[in-house]
């Protein structure tokens, strides 16, 4: 069953001269309310990974009580240009909770070895470099 969990903007930027790759985090909408209030407490964490292997991880700041939340962050990871094809970027929505651990809302990934909308967004951004582009990724359940 497909459930929505809602979406995220974000932006992706590659500079091959710096080797520096940016996400921003801009927005999401539509997120599913995890907590009893109705709401959530989202903040997004993106995490740098290579053949499954988590190499580095950024989070944005947590926004509270909305299902809406605006963030317009960025976040930049060094990545070589002879490493741009081996790595993927997993963007996971999380509600952060006070009490107990934090629980994930939804996840998307761009890069190679992501799904259809993941890899468009990727090589779109490796055929224009130097240049923001952002999408809508609908954000699916960790399997």
Not at 44 to 73: A, D, H, I, W
Not at 125 to 143: D, Q
Request: aromatic residues 6%; charged residues 25%; contains cysteine.
């Amino acid at each position: 069953d497909n459930v929505d969990l809602g979406d995220l903007m974000f932006s992706l930027c590659y500079l091959p001269t710096a080797g520096r790759l940016t996400i921003t985090i801009i927005k999401a909408r539509n997120l599913k309310a995890m907590d009893i209030t109705g709401a959530s407490d989202p903040y997004v964490k993106v995490s740098l990974m290579c053949e499954g292997r988590r190499l580095k991880k950024r989070k944005t700041s947590t926004k509270r009580n909305t299902l809406n939340p605006v963030y317009n962050e960025a976040i930049i990871f060094d990545v070589p240009p002879e490493n741009i094809d081996q790595i993927s970027l997993l963007i996971a929505v999380m509600d952060y909770d006070r009490v107990g651990h934090n629980e994930v809302i939804g996840v998307c990934q761009v890069g190679n070895d992501a799904e259809s909308l993941g890899r468009d967004h990727w090589n779109e951004m490796l055929s224009y470099p130097r240049k923001p582009i952002a999408h809508w990724h609908p954000l699916v359940e960790v399997r």
